[in-house]
């Protein structure tokens, strides 16, 4: 359960938690779902705090691989042979990843490590600190509930994917620029689990394969749609392209996926395309019992309401207008909204 812990997002604010409990020589979890950079954020703290840092994944583990080989020395005495990756001097951060899917009998060496900070025979240097990182079962996933002694040795810090972050980071890193301008058009695209940074960071490494070489647009969407699912790709798709009007369903069913096509026609003065789509929009508003059913379905409604609201000033207020002459009441479209 995440709901006592403090949430910071998944960028900067998040490096600067790292490096406190680094510099406090406090072990840290980052909680957060797929796909928010988890690892990616410690490598970025180990850089700018210039140390090591060292990543492994526990749910592939079983108990030798942590706590070492036993051998019989020539006294007599067992002692255990840590694996290679448990570093042996310098400073960083050792991050466990997946330790709430990993079994009992493999998170119970690491409890002995974040007390204790050795296992068996093996010490963790000074100037190095236990890190992990899980995906919690609030956002839905099948983990393990995670023993109280074990939570209670880390700094808990609960992620949220920030799109000012990310798009921050993509600029600095040269992010293909029209996932930069698709993922900058639309506040709320993380909000959906399968549009989360890591896959629109790999949507731009596609692209930039695709640039450099002669691949065909249909196989451009099946890779696409592989990271991002397949309404997220087609609306990405319909961006690149942005000729052509979208059809009725597409911003009632699922607008949130297309909003950044809608926005950024406004940016690039493409009013033709967003008053397009409008009347299609209006076409099927106009029957009386489609509009009905529109206005009954949360969801539907909400669409609709983003769409209108993204428009242009003055096809706006032609749409409010519109509909108040029709007597079709049920829409919350601000005034002073897009401008």
Not at 151 to 160: A, D, T
Not at 175 to 193: M, R, S, Y
């Amino acid at each position: 359960m995440t709901g006592d812990i403090m949430t910071v997002e998944a960028g900067a604010p998040a490096v600067q938690q790292i490096k406190l409990a680094y510099a406090a020589g406090l072990p840290i979890l980052l909680h957060g779902r797929h796909g928010v950079g988890k690892s990616e954020l410690f490598r970025t703290a180990a850089n700018e705090l210039g140390i090591e840092v060292v990543v492994c994944d526990l749910s592939l583990m079983e108990p030798p691989d942590l706590i070492g080989i036993p051998r019989v020395d020539s006294d007599g005495r067992t002692r255990y042979a840590p694996p290679a990756f448990l570093p042996a001097g310098g400073k960083g951060l050792l991050v466990f990843e997946e330790l709430n899917r990993a079994p009992k009998y493999v998170t119970a060496p690491c409890l002995q490590l974040l007390t204790a900070r050795r296992l068996n025979d093996y010490c963790l240097p000074d100037g190095w600190i236990a890190c992990a990182a899980v995906n919690d079962r609030d956002d839905g996933y099948q983990v393990e509930e995670l023993d109280a002694a074990l939570l209670s040795r880390f700094v808990q810090v609960k992620l949220e994917p920030s799109q000012r972050e990310w798009l921050e980071w993509a600029g600095r890193t040269g992010v293909h620029p029209k996932v930069v301008e698709f993922v900058g058009a639309d506040p709320n695209i993380f909000t959906d689990p399968h549009s989360n940074p890591r896959a629109w960071t790999y949507v731009a490494r596609v692209l930039d394969a695709a640039d450099s070489g002669p691949y065909m647009p249909a196989g451009l969407m099946v890779a696409i749609a592989g990271l991002v699912g397949a309404t997220w790709a087609a609306a990405f798709v319909a961006y690149m392209g942005s000729e052509s009007p979208l059809e009725a369903d597409k911003i009632i069913e699922g607008y949130e996926s297309y909003r950044a096509v809608v926005r950024g026609w406004k940016k690039d003065s493409r009013l033709d395309l967003q008053e397009a789509t409008w009347l299609n929009v209006r076409r099927r508003l106009q029957k009386q019992a489609a509009f009905e059913a529109v206005v009954a379905d949360d969801k539907k409604r909400r669409n609709a309401e983003r769409f209108i609201g993204d428009l242009a000033p003055d096809l706006r207020t032609a749409a409010r207008e519109w509909l108040e002459e029709r007597g079709l009441t049920g829409f919350k479209i601000p005034r002073n909204r897009g401008k």
